[in-house]
């Protein structure tokens, strides 16, 4: 979070971190003061999850982080999460059952209330997908099946793992591609919604393979970024592909590791985060991170370790949900988050190993750009790199080096500083409208400017600027110029 010279009473402002924080909206933060309190402390990005509350909820919540992002006057991103299909079981007559390991257990499309036996499953298309020997996982993996028969409209199946189920428990089918669209009609409305809101990351759930990404792209346009989230095996199995049609990518670790076995779950984190480090994408890492502090003042000293692994595979940014959103102490979770970050960033060998992990330059001119603004602002030992882009690319593939110093965007547009909020390294600054940039001079002189009102650097210091010419053609990056403060 960029730095502010306003705060309010008994607000700190938080240090300024290079991976950023995703905080979660929600009844425990819907008001001005908290949501006001929780950028102060760090967060960067505030999600929206449109699985919970209305459309009116979402709006006020949109028209008061815009107020913040203005008073503060540093951009605030804003990420709209759709729900996506959830899958669940039907009624059940007494509202719950216990099924007992290794009987039998039906599933079908009939309406009626189920019992110990049977109940409900309002989904043909997994009926119509899973074979014999397919498992089914309930109530976030709690409850497991195995499917031994199939008909036109009912599963038999045998109870694997036991325990209580109740009405409308999720279901799980790690097994199989299921033929669902990623966007539900609900979806496709509170889409709309959030686009005319105005949101800069919209957040797909469930996505299973790239058509997926293709078909809300095609909705989206570019009014939005699109963020996937990978919380199924078949989008990992697909990873590559859908990698190439989305903006960002989050590790959804709460489905994720309902469906693949927990100890892949850590491995998996990895590689979508290398993954999305070559192609120069951000990626967030979410869920459970400080899960202990919805009721709790403190994060247990397994979470805390949890964070700073985050940071040392090299995420973007690290998110909370339950904690800010529902939980008891949303502005200590930020501000511990923060304090984790910090610390980690600090540390010699967490600083090493960033360097160690540098990617190589693939072979065309900005990316041989970004590689050389890292090395000659190391060279330097520069204060900060100015990267003037006119939509992300440049501040992108210069995050991507992962450079000691802060990476100073400049942008002309509001829409393109809201997106870098979510990029590791980068404080964005919109431009001035009433200077416009048509020469090299122009750029350093915007450059040093912002360097000046970021409050970095001293008399003297060399700063390494990167930009495009011509000026204002996004994805041009071929300039590499280095200039002095004062």
Not at 48 to 58: M, P, Q, R
Not at 330 to 335: D, G, K, L
Request: charged share 25%.
């Amino acid at each position: 979070m960029a730095e502010s010279t306003q705060q309010g009473a008994g607000a700190e402002q938080a240090q300024t971190c290079r991976t950023k924080i995703v905080a979660t909206l929600g009844p425990a933060s819907s008001d001005y003061a908290t949501i006001r309190d929780l950028a102060l402390a760090g967060a960067d990005v505030f999600r929206f999850n449109f699985s919970h509350g209305t459309h009116e909820d979402h709006a006020a919540r949109h028209a008061i982080v815009r107020q913040v992002e203005a008073e503060l006057g540093t951009p605030i991103g804003i990420l709209a999460d759709m729900q996506g299909p959830k899958l669940r079981v039907g009624r059940f007559a007494a509202g719950r059952v216990t099924l007992q390991p290794g009987t039998a257990f039906r599933f079908d499309l009939s309406d009626t209330p189920g019992d110990e036996h049977r109940v409900n499953l309002p989904h043909p298309e997994i009926i119509s997908a899973v074979r014999p020997g397919s498992r089914l996982l309930m109530d976030d993996g709690k409850l497991a099946v195995v499917v031994e028969k199939v008909g036109p409209d009912w599963i038999e199946t045998r109870v694997d793992v036991g325990g209580p189920l109740s009405d409308h428990k999720g279901v799980n089918v790690p097994d199989v591609a299921l033929p669902i669209p990623a966007l539900t009609e609900k979806d496709r409305k509170d889409l709309a919604f959030a686009l005319d809101l105005g949101v800069d990351y919209v957040a797909l759930s469930f996505v299973q393979r790239a058509e997926d990404v293709a078909q809300a792209r095609a909705l989206v346009g570019e009014r939005a970024a699109v963020l996937v989230k990978l919380e199924k095996p078949q989008a990992v199995e697909n990873l590559d592909a859908i990698l190439a049609l989305s903006d960002a990518v989050m590790v959804a670790r709460g489905d994720l590791g309902v469906e693949l076995p927990p100890e892949t779950v850590p491995l998996v984190q990895k590689r979508i985060i290398r993954a999305a480090r070559r192609l120069g994408k951000p990626v967030v890492v979410a869920t459970q991170m400080l899960e202990s502090m919805i009721s709790a003042p403190t994060p247990t000293r397994a979470e805390a370790s949890d964070v700073a692994t985050a940071v040392f595979d090299g995420a973007d940014a690290v998110m909370l949900s339950a904690e800010s959103a529902a939980g008891k102490y949303p502005r200590e979770a930020v501000r511990i988050m923060n304090r984790i970050l910090w610390r980690v960033e600090e540390d010699a060998g967490w600083q090493a190993h960033m360097a160690a992990a540098r990617l190589a330059p693939e072979d065309y001119v900005a990316d041989a750009i970004a590689s050389a603004v890292q090395q000659v602002a190391d060279t330097l030992k520069a204060p900060a790199i100015v990267a003037y882009t006119h939509r992300g690319p440049t501040a992108l593939r210069i995050a991507r080096e992962r450079p000691t110093c802060p990476i100073l965007g400049i942008t002309p547009t509001h829409t393109s500083a809201r997106r870098l909020a979510l990029v590791w390294g980068v404080r964005a600054f919109v431009s001035a409208p009433h200077k416009p940039t048509t020469t090299v001079e122009d750029v350093v002189e915007a450059a040093l400017d912002v360097v000046n009102r970021a409050g970095i650097g001293q008399e003297g210091d060399s700063v390494v600027i990167a930009a495009g010419v011509p000026f204002g053609v996004s994805g041009s990056t071929n300039l590499l110029r280095v200039a002095r403060i004062g």
